[in-house]
């Protein structure tokens, strides 16, 4: 079924580069979710022996410490604060991890127009591994980057400067599609032009995007041939 929301139309003659977002863009949001706010809580419990109360209180004052900062999205950090396998915890669950609604069609597309597809995440190189080994989305890629690579969450500037000697893009020839807000304004900020959120990342909670032109899904945007 083709999406029913408005049609958001993209000049795909004025775009060489696209940036692409992975969890709650490329793939379904539900899976990080699942297990950050329910999955890992429970294991919590299960190796500490705490109350679901305190495992809960302990865990989402830390996610407001570290959140937008690079520690947020590090693997290593979490495990070595929870004393948890992070990595071997999100194997346990890794069924749940999928793309979104015509992702892959999309990126096809987009590949087939000799577009420049550039994954940018601030998912950890151990997360994103697991996610590439079980969807195999990279095959359409022509560069996947971590920003744990550059030592700088997308939501800094820095990251941006990095990713612009790196792949010598043009941003007013770019388009840059994510979940985030936050993250579309760095973009914003350092001059990207063309720029599109995402309306409902986890496809099992509802959300309505105004900052930014938003989508639902792919089919939304896809380029003719």
Request: with cysteine; aromatic share 10%; charged share 25%.
């Amino acid at each position: 079924m083709m999406s029913n929301s408005p049609q958001v139309l993209v000049d795909w003659e004025q775009i060489d580069t696209v940036l692409l977002d992975m969890d709650g863009t490329l793939l379904d949001l539900h899976f990080d979710n699942y297990f950050w706010l329910h999955h890992l809580p429970r294991r919590y419990v299960d190796t500490h022996g705490v109350s679901m109360e305190a495992a809960t209180e302990k865990l989402h004052g830390m996610f407001e410490t570290y959140a937008g900062k690079l520690e947020w999205y590090c693997l290593e950090h979490w495990s070595d604060a929870l004393e948890l396998d992070i990595r071997a915890l999100k194997e346990e669950v890794q069924e749940r991890i999928a793309t979104r609604p015509y992702a892959i069609e999309f990126l096809q597309r987009l590949r087939a127009l000799n577009k420049k597809l550039v994954l940018i995440t601030n998912a950890h190189p151990q997360s994103l591994s697991l996610k590439l080994d079980i969807t195999a989305i990279d095959q359409w890629l022509d560069v996947v980057i971590s920003s744990h690579e550059y030592r700088q969450p997308k939501e800094q500037q820095a990251f941006w400067h990095c990713l612009q000697e790196q792949e010598q893009f043009d941003p007013a020839r770019t388009l840059f599609i994510d979940d985030t807000v936050r993250i579309l304004d760095s973009a914003a900020e350092y001059g990207i032009k063309h720029l599109l959120c995402i309306h409902q990342p986890d496809s099992q909670q509802t959300r309505r995007i105004d900052d930014y032109p938003a989508i639902d899904h792919f089919d939304e945007i896809m380029p003719p041939l």
